[in-house]
């Protein structure tokens, strides 16, 4: 079972940027994409971004695209969202999953524990 820690969430104003963390314990994630979500107050969950392990290849929501830069680190288990020039309707809490690849986004599991974004306008 893999557990993921989210990290690096706190409130910035409008314009400013964050660096989430999702770091995993896992022996490997090699066949695993990591995704990260986010849900506002009163809304679902929705994918921003995701990435796959070994080949690095990205998708990103259009809301995000240009703004948002999902990255790993394979040494360290870890994976990151770079998030520039923050918006007042980004803030959420953020959530960190995994899913293997190859199966839909309603497999994506093993959540965290979520962290706080918040954007001040």
């Known amino acids: 079972q893999v557990q993921l820690v989210e990290s690096g969430g706190g409130s910035v104003q409008a314009g400013g940027s964050l660096r989430l963390s999702c770091a995993a314990s896992?022996?490997?994630?090699?066949?695993?994409?990591l995704g990260w979500f986010r849900q506002a107050p009163g809304k679902e969950r929705d994918l921003v971004a995701q990435?796959?392990?070994?080949?690095?290849?990205?998708y990103y929501d259009d809301s995000v695209k240009g703004r948002f830069t999902i990255s790993r680190n394979n040494a360290k288990k870890t994976a990151y969202l770079q998030m520039n020039s923050l918006k007042p309707e980004d803030a959420a809490v953020y959530y960190c999953?995994?899913?293997?690849?190859?199966?839909?986004?309603?497999?994506?599991?093993?959540w965290g524990q979520g962290t706080q974004v918040t954007v001040s306008s």
């Open positions: 999953a995994i899913k293997l690849r190859g199966g839909a986004r309603s497999d994506f599991g093993s």
């Open positions: 896992a022996r490997t994630l090699t066949n695993y994409v």
């Open positions: 990435i796959t392990w070994s080949e690095g290849l990205t």
